[in-house]
C-alpha cells in the first residue's frame, strides 16, 4: 500500500489517499490513538469512491471512533470500464426511462462487478489490517449486493449495514440465505430506482437471526440524518 496524500481535517480526523497496485482508496481514522475497528464503506453501482454522501458518512463514523476505508473497485469510480460494461449503462439507461423491463440489463451490468470488486475489496481489507492503528473487528457498510458477497466470502465481516436494493443479482439473491452476521437494512419506500417488494423479499431471504429493517418515507437520496446516527449505534453493539 502507497500513501498518496494525507491531511488532518477539522474535525481531527485524519485522510489518507492511497493505492494499491491499481486500486485508489481513501482512508479515515479518528484521533485517537487506540487501535479502531474497521468499516469497509462501498459505494453502489460504480459511483466514485469521492461520491459526497459517502464521504459524508465516512467522516462521520471515523469523528466517532471507527477507521473508515474506501475503494474504486474494478469499473467504478475513475477506474476503466469495458466496452460492454459501457454498452449496459447505456441500455439500462434507455430501457429506464423508456419504462421497458431492466433485469436482464441489470444482471449484465452487476453481475460482473460484484464479481469483479469483491476479491479487490479483499486484497484492500488485508492491506488495511496490517496498519498501525486498525484492529478488527471488521463492518460493512453500503452496496448491497457487493456486501452479500463479501459477508458470504469474507470471515472477517462481522457486521453489515446495506442500502436496501431492489434491483439485486440473482446470484445474490441466493446468497443472501447464507448471510448469518447482523444486518441493518435500510428502505426508501418511495424509491422509484430500487422496487420496493424486491427489497422487502431479500430482508426476508436473509439467513441471519439478527436482522433489523429502518424504512423512511422519500426517494433514493432521502436517507434521513438519524439513520447515520442509529447505524453508529448498530456497529457500536458489534465491532465494540
Same mark, same amino acid.
Given at each position: 500500500?502507497?500513501?498518496?496524500?494525507?491531511?488532518?481535517?477539522?474535525?481531527?480526523?485524519?485522510?489518507?489517499?492511497?493505492?494499491?497496485?491499481?486500486?485508489?482508496?481513501?482512508?479515515?481514522?479518528?484521533?485517537?490513538? &487506540?487501535?479502531?475497528?474497521?468499516?469497509?464503506?462501498?459505494?453502489?453501482?460504480?459511483?466514485?469512491?469521492?461520491?459526497?454522501?459517502?464521504?459524508?458518512?465516512?467522516?462521520?463514523?471515523?469523528?466517532?471512533?471507527?477507521?473508515?476505508?474506501?475503494?474504486?473497485?474494478?469499473?467504478?469510480?475513475?477506474?476503466?470500464?469495458?466496452?460492454?460494461?459501457?454498452?449496459?449503462?447505456?441500455?439500462? !439507461?434507455?430501457?429506464?426511462?423508456?419504462?421497458?423491463?431492466?433485469?436482464?440489463?441489470?444482471?449484465?451490468?452487476?453481475?460482473?462487478?460484484?464479481?469483479?470488486?469483491?476479491?479487490?475489496?479483499?486484497?484492500?481489507?488485508?492491506?488495511?489490517?496490517?496498519?498501525?492503528?486498525?484492529?478488527?473487528?471488521?463492518?460493512?457498510?453500503?452496496?448491497?449486493?457487493?456486501?452479500?458477497?463479501?459477508?458470504?466470502?469474507?470471515?472477517?465481516?462481522?457486521?453489515?449495514?446495506?442500502?436496501?436494493?431492489?434491483?439485486?443479482?440473482?446470484?445474490?439473491?441466493?446468497?443472501?440465505?447464507?448471510?448469518?452476521?447482523?444486518?441493518?437494512?435500510?428502505?426508501?419506500?418511495?424509491?422509484?430506482?430500487?422496487? !420496493?417488494?424486491?427489497?422487502?423479499?431479500?430482508?426476508?431471504?436473509?439467513?441471519?437471526?439478527?436482522?433489523?429493517?429502518? &424504512?423512511?418515507?422519500?426517494?433514493?437520496?432521502?436517507?434521513?440524518?438519524?439513520?447515520?446516527?442509529?447505524?453508529?449505534?448498530?456497529?457500536?453493539?458489534?465491532?465494540?
Amino acid at each position: 500500500m502507497h500513501i498518496t496524500s494525507e491531511q488532518r481535517l477539522d474535525d481531527g480526523v485524519l485522510e489518507r489517499e492511497f493505492t494499491l497496485g491499481e486500486i485508489p482508496g481513501t482512508l479515515w481514522t479518528p484521533e485517537s490513538a &487506540a487501535p479502531a475497528p474497521l468499516i469497509l464503506m462501498a459505494h453502489n453501482n460504480g459511483l466514485p469512491k469521492k461520491e459526497p454522501r459517502l464521504v459524508a458518512r465516512a467522516r462521520h463514523s471515523a469523528a466517532q471512533g471507527y477507521a473508515v476505508a474506501t475503494i474504486d473497485a474494478a469499473g467504478c469510480g475513475e477506474r476503466p470500464r469495458s466496452a460492454s460494461d459501457e454498452r449496459a449503462r447505456a441500455d439500462l !439507461r434507455r430501457a429506464m426511462r423508456a419504462g421497458e423491463p431492466v433485469d436482464d440489463i441489470f444482471e449484465s451490468l452487476v453481475g460482473p462487478l460484484v464479481a469483479q470488486a469483491a476479491p479487490e475489496w479483499r486484497t484492500t481489507l488485508d492491506a488495511l489490517l496490517q496498519l498501525p492503528g486498525i484492529g478488527g473487528p471488521v463492518g460493512y457498510s453500503g452496496w448491497t449486493a457487493l456486501g452479500i458477497r463479501l459477508a458470504v466470502t469474507e470471515p472477517r465481516i462481522a457486521a453489515a449495514g446495506l442500502f436496501a436494493g431492489g434491483y439485486v443479482p440473482r446470484a445474490q439473491r441466493e446468497e443472501a440465505r447464507q448471510v448469518t452476521v447482523p444486518l441493518l437494512l435500510l428502505l426508501q419506500w418511495d424509491d422509484e430506482g430500487n422496487p !420496493r417488494q424486491r427489497a422487502l423479499d431479500l430482508f426476508d431471504a436473509f439467513g441471519t437471526e439478527e436482522k433489523t429493517l429502518h &424504512a423512511n418515507t422519500g426517494g433514493h437520496t432521502g436517507t434521513p440524518w438519524f439513520e447515520m446516527e442509529d447505524g453508529g449505534r448498530f456497529f457500536d453493539r458489534h465491532l465494540k
